[in-house]
C-alpha cells in the first residue's frame, strides 16, 4: 500500500524556519520524483521544488529561490523541505508528491501558517 506521509508543519513567525518530512513507503522510493507542492487558501495548487531520482538535481519555483532547499534521503524513504525566512505568502497546506511515468503519488498534507 502506497503512503506519503508528511509532518513537520506548524505555526511561525515571518522570518523563521520549518523543516518539513515526507515518509514514504509501498512504491521503490529511489526511482520516483520527488515533489512538494502547496496549496494556499483560495489559491491553486503550485509546485514548490522538484528533486530528481537519478541525478539528485533540484528545481524551485521563482517564490521560494535561496529560502528553501529540498533534500533526500534514499535509505530512510524521505524527502525534506527546509523552509527559512518565511514569509506570510508561505502560509499553505503542503504536499508530498511522488512521480515515476504514469504512477503519481500525494500525500495528505501538512499545514504551515506563517503569522505575527
Known amino acids: 500500500q502506497v503512503q506519503l506521509v508528511e509532518s513537520g508543519g506548524g505555526l511561525v513567525q515571518p522570518g523563521g524556519s520549518l523543516r518539513l518530512s515526507c515518509a514514504a513507503s509501498?512504491?521503490?522510493?529511489?526511482?520516483?520524483?520527488m515533489r512538494w507542492y502547496r496549496q494556499a487558501p483560495g489559491k491553486e495548487r503550485e509546485l514548490v521544488a522538484n528533486?530528481?531520482?537519478?541525478?539528485?538535481?533540484?528545481n524551485y519555483a521563482d517564490s521560494v529561490k535561496g529560502r528553501f532547499t529540498i533534500s533526500r534521503d534514499n535509505a530512510k524513504n524521505r524527502v525534506y523541505l527546509q523552509m527559512n525566512n518565511l514569509k506570510p505568502d508561505d502560509t499553505a497546506v503542503y504536499y508530498c508528491?511522488?512521480?515515476?511515468?504514469?504512477?503519481?503519488?500525494w500525500g495528505k498534507g501538512t499545514l504551515v501558517t506563517v503569522s505575527s
Open positions: 508528491n511522488a512521480l515515476y511515468y504514469a504512477n503519481n503519488y
Open positions: 509501498g512504491f521503490t522510493f529511489s526511482t520516483y520524483t
Open positions: 528533486i530528481i531520482s537519478a541525478t539528485g538535481s533540484t
